[in-house]
């Protein structure tokens, strides 16, 4: 017992009532109820957060959580507090690789976690030919991000995706089937991860109750630890934000060409004289078509939030006149929002398809 010792540990996960901690020094797992006061505060604990821990009995393994220090980032779904990396983790084949998909994870966690290091794993490398591999490379490295290829089968790439992961947190996040429990137990001999274990085609199902837990890798070098955290896939509407706005800059190449863009809001999607427009040849089909797509998607959600927020949307209108005490005003039943005609103004931000050739472009991607 070291009654009045506090050091400060990583919590692994929630456990019976409590939590799992690993302080590193000791090299021990604890298992800490937080103190009441903590509770009473109603002060979130996630798995990754760093915590004081106190009333320290080694033989029982077993202390109390007295603080829990601010997070530098955290992510509600799955819970998880101070992550490094995101490894955004995609099959070549079985599940097909498609573009979107991989577009969204990207958006998705550079918005969530707009501090952190990202890496592009193309698992599964065993199905896939050399050609495959080389068109992934020329889209995603030359755009800056990192490259992984490998194979959770045959051990191919493995080292060198154990050495990125050194001395930091990642989170391994990707659609389900793509092989990330089957990373993680290779990672760490002995973790036994669930594998081969699809979730329903909108992400709901049994994970939705899984708790998150971090996990510890053998160093290889360095002092600190390396922790993981394995992710559910996530459906559409998990992965769609209400911000258009901010798609552009989540986009390198679509960033770039909208610095010389004459409009300052511009979602470089019709606009007449779009820098991006007239530049569409220099980048990815595919890219801009999942650009197009997420942009959509987000001003889609922005509208259902905002017609939320707004249900009080009167269900008269006044014609003719401002309100009820204007004289010249007319009181008239609202029309059901489909039975109205769109307003000029919308129609023109909407986006108009007659700009691009979206069908020849969604053709020429899919050759
Ligand atoms: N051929 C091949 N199959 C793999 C590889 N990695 C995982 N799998 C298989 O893909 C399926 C899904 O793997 P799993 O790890 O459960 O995917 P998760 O949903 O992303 O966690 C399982 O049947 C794995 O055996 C790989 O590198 N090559
Ligand atoms: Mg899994
Ligand atoms: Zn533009």
């Given at each position: 017992?070291v009654?009045?010792?506090?050091l400060?540990?990583t919590?692994?996960?929630?456990?019976a009532g409590?939590?799992?901690?690993?302080q590193?020094?000791?090299?021990?797992?604890f298992l800490?109820p937080a103190?009441?006061?903590?509770?009473?505060?109603r002060v979130s604990?996630?798995?990754?957060?760093?915590?004081?821990i106190?009333?320290?009995?080694t033989?029982?393994?077993q202390a109390?959580?007295?603080a829990c220090?601010?997070?530098?980032?955290s992510l509600?779904r799955p819970p998880?507090?101070?992550?490094?990396q995101?490894?955004?983790?995609q099959?070549?084949?079985q599940?097909e690789?498609h573009?979107l998909w991989?577009?969204?994870?990207?958006?998705h966690f550079?918005?969530?976690?707009?501090d952190?290091?990202?890496?592009l794993?193309?698992?599964?490398?065993?199905?896939?030919?050399?050609?495959d591999?080389?068109?992934?490379?020329?889209?995603?490295e030359?755009?800056?991000y990192k490259?992984?290829?490998?194979?959770?089968?045959?051990?191919f790439?493995?080292?060198?995706?154990?050495?990125e992961l050194q001395?930091?947190f990642s989170i391994?996040?990707g659609?389900?089937?793509?092989?990330k429990?089957?990373?993680?137990?290779v990672?760490?001999?002995?973790?036994?991860?669930?594998?081969?274990?699809?979730?329903n085609?909108?992400?709901?199902?049994?994970?939705?109750?899984?708790a998150?837990?971090?996990?510890?890798?053998?160093e290889?070098?360095?002092?600190?630890p390396t922790?993981v955290?394995d992710?559910?896939?996530?459906?559409?509407?998990?992965l769609?934000?209400?911000?258009p706005q901010n798609?552009?800059?989540?986009?390198?190449?679509?960033?770039?060409?909208a610095?010389?863009c004459?409009?300052s809001?511009?979602?470089?999607?019709?606009?007449?004289?779009c820098?991006?427009?007239?530049?569409l040849?220099?980048?990815?089909k595919?890219r801009?078509l999942s650009y197009?797509?997420?942009v959509?998607?987000?001003k889609?959600?922005q509208?259902?939030?905002q017609?939320q927020?707004t249900?009080?949307?009167?269900?008269v209108?006044y014609?003719?006149g401002?309100?009820?005490n204007d004289?010249r005003a007319?009181?008239?039943p609202?029309?059901?929002k489909r039975?109205?005609a769109?307003s000029r103004?919308?129609e023109?931000?909407?986006f108009?398809?007659?700009?691009?050739?979206l069908?020849?472009?969604a053709?020429?991607?899919?050759?």
């Open positions: 017992m009654p009045n010792r506090v400060t540990g919590v692994l996960r929630s456990h409590g939590y799992l901690v690993y590193k020094d000791l090299n021990l797992e800490c103190r009441g006061r903590l509770k009473k505060e604990i996630f798995a990754g957060d760093i915590v004081e106190s009333d320290i009995d033989e029982l393994s109390v959580i007295s220090q601010p997070r530098r980032n509600s998880l507090a101070n992550v490094d995101v490894v955004i983790v099959a070549i084949h599940p690789w573009p991989c577009d969204r994870y990207l958006v550079q918005l969530e976690l707009p952190v290091s990202f890496i794993c193309f698992n599964k490398c065993d199905l896939a030919n050399e050609d591999i080389q068109s992934l490379r020329n889209v995603y030359r755009l800056g490259l992984h290829i490998t194979s959770a089968r045959t051990g790439g493995m080292p060198e995706l154990t050495d001395g930091r391994f996040t659609p389900s089937g793509v092989g429990s089957t990373l993680l137990n990672l760490k001999p002995g973790l036994n991860l669930k594998t081969g274990i699809m979730e085609e909108f992400g709901v199902g049994k994970h939705t109750t899984t998150s837990e971090i996990y510890r890798l053998e290889i070098r360095g002092e600190n922790w955290a992710t559910p896939g996530f459906s559409v509407s998990e769609t934000h209400s911000d798609i552009p800059f989540l986009f390198p190449e679509i960033k770039e060409l610095t010389n004459k409009y809001n511009c979602l470089h999607l019709v606009e007449e004289g820098n991006v427009l007239a530049n040849h220099s980048i990815s595919d801009y197009m797509t997420l959509e998607e987000s889609e959600r509208r259902e939030e017609s927020s249900k009080i949307d009167s269900k209108k014609v003719g401002k309100d009820d004289e007319k009181k008239i609202r029309l059901n039975y109205r769109t103004r919308l023109k931000q909407q108009s398809p007659g700009k691009i050739d069908d020849s472009l053709a020429e991607a899919e050759e």
